[in-house]
DNA sequence: TATGAATGAGACTTCATTCAT
DNA sequence: GATGAATGAAGTCTCATTCAT
């Protein structure tokens, strides 16, 4: 790992993997060219084997780190909210803001995320299953607060949850169209999942 | 197109086809050589390009060709149901039961849909929109009938329900962890669903 | 060789090699595929080859026979002449209107036989060195008649005017500038070879 | 453009120059493989591509860089010599000579030229122009000196001595019979020329 | 004789990666 | 550490030719 002042290597590596993040998001992992990345970093193609292994290691780099700085935001965020159903609607804004604050970061991890978790030789996405913990831990705190169902499967949902968001969020990234901007569907969503989660009456909660 | 005995041209493309869908599924559209392709429908490389234009063009009929049988079957398997939410019902679970029957397909679509809508050039994914039409149509019905609340966005709505199965459906085929196992995936989600998208009291209808 | 009643075997052939014509002149002989002159002949790509022994041999036969045309109907018109230099505007005169005549044989003999010349194994371009056979013959019945220099070097001649011919359909066929026009070109190309070629006053003759 | 010391980007760019009219005389462009230039300039496929855009470019560059230094030469030469019939000597030595100094750039364009004058897209074959345009320039020089016909047709009389000479060349190239040895050429073309271009009494300068 | 689907060798070109400077 | 020219393996696709019908 290339490091010496807080401005040469960690930077330059920062520089690439920003670079990486745009050019993944434009034209897919496969039809980006490490050279194209070396040109939009201003680093020579060489360069980036300094610091990553391969253009593999350069697309898992990004994943963890990203998703790191993503996870350690919600789990913030969500630190400060009330009860269970609180802090869900706090993650489902948060997540689906992340498409205006981060746009290029979520592209990539929709669309290639897949592919890694596939094809991607030996790689476990580690922080990827640290953001859907943080939906478990949201909803097995829903459980024992006794707002969400006592049968509700957390494993089965916070897929679920992660799927619908993540298909929303690619929705409007593909089409731009103000019927699925964030803020709708982050309701519509929210008061899908209100319903379907909890407990008893959930209406009266929701409504 | 060539044709010729019952035995020819037809059966040819679905050799390609079927084998397409085997090869991707294993391991990703970009991964895949057009050769073992061939080697695997049992034909000359060159034979394929008598069927399809180009690599391109063959994901993109396997798309639209399987998914064109997906939403005819689904359909008339709905048209059999009752009220929406029964149709709902069958929905889902026809959709995760296609993980069983159609594996493989399953498996393309979810990966390498999401490439093809953002990175196939002036590909519009015809069939997937059919299949979403579905669930619209189920969910609009379900609102006349009164059983879904009149406020849903049936836009966004369906969308969350189709990436909710999607994700559910990798995740099986990712770890095929019987804790994802169709038959659990669907219960749970069928319960979420029917509690977030009814009206006044889902519980009494769900339970 | 295939021919049955006169409108069958040969007729057929006669197709192709006319399809064959067209399609060189138009794409040039390696950019012409052996399909596209099946179709424009109005056969099957496989009946190409009971007619002819392959590709090469589809251009080696049409130089062959169309030039041995060629040159039957200039000995034909040259025989009406009168003096070597009659017989030579003739000459002349007879090559810049084949551009009209057979526009297409006369644009693949230009581009292609070169190749040929140089690249198709074993072709000796039979019907070529006759055309050229009909200018020595009017050079030497010139330097016989006293009208041409007696040191006339026939051989070097004789390329000469072929090139010169040669270009100037070239040209035309390229740029169709009426500038270039084949009455034009012939008078031009006349006065200056019945300039150089002459003995003692050519200039009286010429004029 | 690679380039850095003098023994470089340049020089490498030169040797697969070279290399590629060795080849392209040898066997036409259409038969030359690229990875049989690589290997002639001892360098990998891939390199090429970073010199030239592609193999038509390849072609292409070869013409309009060595026929510039063919115009150079050849309107050197002429720039020292005297009336528009000794600059016409010159430039038909010249050119006749250039089969033995530069045999294989004379092939490649004899043969190539043609071909992609008519068939590579959107090429302008500049220098070849240029090479025209010298002609045109000793003709009309001729007409001012009053050594020239004044009704000779410059546009048409450059292209046939082009042509004449392009074929003797051609003929050289091909049969390598002593009969048509450039010098016996040269002769032989200038005297046919100088007789058919000038006014009056041109066998009086002739002979 | 005629067909045209099938073949498969091989061409061009790309691009991740290396390494001498 | 940084560079970027060079590499060369490998992939897509073409097309002349064949042969079963």
Chains 1, 2, 3, 4 share one sequence.
Do not use: W
């Amino acid at each position: 790992m290339p490091r010496r002042g807080p401005n040469n290597g960690a930077d330059k590596r920062n520089r690439i993997l920003r670079a990486a993040i745009r050019i993944f998001s434009q034209k897919g992992f496969f039809n980006s060219k490490v050279s194209e990345i070396a040109r939009a970093s201003g680093v020579a193609d060489g360069t980036i084997y300094l610091y990553f292994k391969n253009k593999d290691d350069l697309l898992i780099s990004l994943f963890e780190e990203k998703m790191g700085d993503v996870v350690a935001g919600v789990r913030q965020r969500i630190s400060a909210g009330g009860d269970a159903l609180a802090k869900l609607r706090i993650f489902i804004d948060n997540h689906m803001e992340l498409l205006e604050r981060e746009a290029g970061l979520i592209e990539v991890l929709q669309v290639e995320l897949r592919q890694s978790k596939k094809f991607l030789k030996d790689y476990t996405p580690v922080k990827f299953f640290e953001y859907l913990e943080v939906i478990s831990d949201i909803l097995e705190e829903g459980k024992r607060e006794g707002l969400f169902r006592p049968d509700l499967n957390v494993s089965v949902a916070r897929r679920a949850i992660f799927g619908a968001l993540d298909e929303l969020c690619l929705t409007y990234v593909l089409s731009h169209n103000p019927k699925y901007h964030p803020s709708v569907s982050s309701a519509e969503i929210y008061r899908i999942l209100a319903g379907g989660l909890c407990a008893a009456k959930p209406s009266a909660q929701a409504g």
